[in-house]
């Protein structure tokens, strides 16, 4: 089992930025297409973006298009999910997972989840 920690999380006013952080076993952020996750309260789990291990290709749900940005730093081995312009809905647990099969859809990641970090927007 490849276990994975989120960070970052925290509490902010609408229209505020956090950037979350994801750590993982030495090589598996590098050699894997990674994604970040989110459980909304009353809702499934939902992806949020995917990247592909050279991080020049990625995808987004279309409520976060142009305010949330993936990206991974390979020489550090690091997953990081840049929150931008953050909207009351955006509350959630995020996690980071490896994607198993290149879609955003939450059961396309692999089965093993972290603990998440709690993200919450205030109005």
């Known amino acids: 089992q490849v276990q994975l920690v989120e960070s970052g999380g925290g509490s902010v006013q609408a229209g505020g930025s956090l950037r979350l952080s994801c750590a993982a076993a030495r090589g598996v952020i590098k050699l894997n297409a990674m994604g970040w996750y989110r459980q909304t309260p009353g809702k499934q789990r939902e992806g949020v973006a995917i990247?592909?291990?050279?991080?020049?290709?990625?995808q987004y749900a279309n409520s976060v298009k142009g305010r949330f940005t993936i990206s991974n730093d390979n020489a550090t081995d690091s997953l990081y999910l840049q929150m931008n312009n953050l909207e009351p809905d955006d509350t959630g647990i995020y996690y980071c997972n490896k994607v198993r099969i290149w879609a955003l859809d939450a059961k396309y990641a692999y089965s093993t989840w972290g603990q998440g970090t709690q993200v919450t927007v205030v109005s």
């Open positions: 990247i592909t291990p050279s991080g020049l290709t990625t």
